[in-house]
């Protein structure tokens, strides 16, 4: 195995050992101590372009290039392009397997630059391990569904401008039922204003999703078919599981701290809302939004 392999075969492990948050910045590090390289950029993006997407540089802060000069370099796809500034520096873009995304380069070197063959082949495999760091994040969120947790298993890894870096198969399935096209690169509706707002919920179409802040720059958002309790304000919610799990008027007071008068009240709000009329047909709809029945994930 030559020196070159090696390299590749770390940044692999990179991608299933570390924290998919911090597998950038590790593996540019890596690359720049085994190639000679003395800065690089990496930025990835959507197809479109329209908006930046996410930015790295090493060493950290260092920076030559912003996001705006990165996604204005005239690149194909296989073809370098030299960077201007008299450092030997050159530029490159590599799209990512079974994806719309493309990522760019910029790089400087110490003492010459490796041979184009061998930095094209390394870049590469950066790339494909990047997006296995971040799918190997979202199938844990999977396995948690597997192993019962009906809440999990439908996420996407996204940014504020609504480029997906990273998704379940089950999140592009409902995606694809409702906007024809399960392959998607970007949302196809913006994210609301204040992600954190209403914890985060909202609803599109027959969807119902839920926005999680990771980094502060990405976020986890998990999708699912909108329920019957949707319509239901937080407490109400709390109120109706209770109710439903065969807690009496009392204990659902006692629990929440508040009169008894006031869970009636609630439970007569509830019951109006979700058009039913037995304390049975609540159980119901609880057990069917648990996923009892459908298998449906909720967010």
Known sequence: MDSTDRLIRALYALAVEEDWAQFRMLALGRVCGELGISEIVWT???SDQAHPGEFTSWPAGRGSLNTQQMMALPLKEQAESALDGGRGG???????????????FALWFKN?????????????????????ALQHFIQADERLS???RTSRGTAAMVDRHGTVYAASRAF???LGAEFGDPQLDRLPFALPDDPGGERGAFSQGTLRFRLVATDGRRFLLYARKVQALDGLSPREQEIARALAGGKTLKSVARQYGIATSTVANHASRIY???GIYRREELFELIRSASGRKSGGGAA
Do not use: F, M, N, Y
Request: proline share 8%; no cysteine; net charge positive.
């Open 112 to 132: 010459g630059r490796p041979p184009p063959e061998q930095l094209r082949r390394v870049i590469a495999h950066l790339v494909e391990a990047g997006a296995l």
């Open 146 to 148: 597997r192993w019962g």
């Open 272 to 274: 109006r809302k979700l």
């Open 172 to 174: 592009r399935e409902l």
């Open 90 to 104: 050159v530029a490159l873009r590599q799209p990512h397997h079974d994806s719309r995304l493309s990522s760019r």
């Open 44 to 46: 990835t993006q959507a």
